[in-house]
């Protein structure tokens, strides 16, 4: 079992480093915002507005070209910094799963140990502590799945 958690845990870790490495820097929003602004108008009287000359201009803004440099700077480190977040929550993950087998091995243990038993107060003592245990298994899979959630988050965060 661990091993089988230990393995998909590897293959979610690629899976979203994946994502997160596919992602583009340019967006086409960004680049959209290189086209010209296009007015169009007559300068003229009202009675000769029919027979005036229609102008046109374009306009472009330099400031998109620095807007969108930001913008590619912010999406370069978001990617880096989602990269770092994915390596440490593998981590966290894997030393979540290490401590939940533990925790497994020492309740299999209790069990054994509650077996051989026969006073009824060290069996209450006994089952009060294998309580405790299932209690933390829970709360360290509850950890655990919160990890992979907080991956996800940055793998959509990123492609955004």
Not at 96 to 112: A, N, P
Request: net charge positive; with cysteine.
């Amino acid at each position: 079992m661990k091993k089988k958690e230990l393995k998909e845990l590897g293959e979610k870790l690629v899976e979203a480093k994946t994502r997160v490495k596919k992602t583009w820097n340019f967006r086409a929003g960004d680049l959209l915002q290189l086209l010209p602004t296009v007015s169009v108008g007559r300068r003229s009287p009202y009675e000769m507005m029919s027979t005036a000359e229609t102008y046109v201009s374009l306009s472009i803004s330099t400031n998109q070209i620095w807007d969108m440099n930001d913008r590619y700077d912010k999406r370069d480190a978001l990617r880096t910094k989602a990269l770092r977040q994915i390596e440490t929550n593998g981590f966290i993950i894997r030393k979540y799963i290490d401590r939940k087998y533990l925790l497994k091995d020492r309740l299999w243990k209790f069990t054994q140990i509650k077996k051989s038993i026969d006073n009824p107060v060290d069996i209450t003592t006994l089952d009060e502590k294998m309580d405790e245990l299932k209690v933390k298994i829970q709360e360290i899979e509850i950890g655990i799945e919160k990890a992979y959630a907080e991956i996800e988050y940055l793998c959509v965060d990123v492609e955004k």
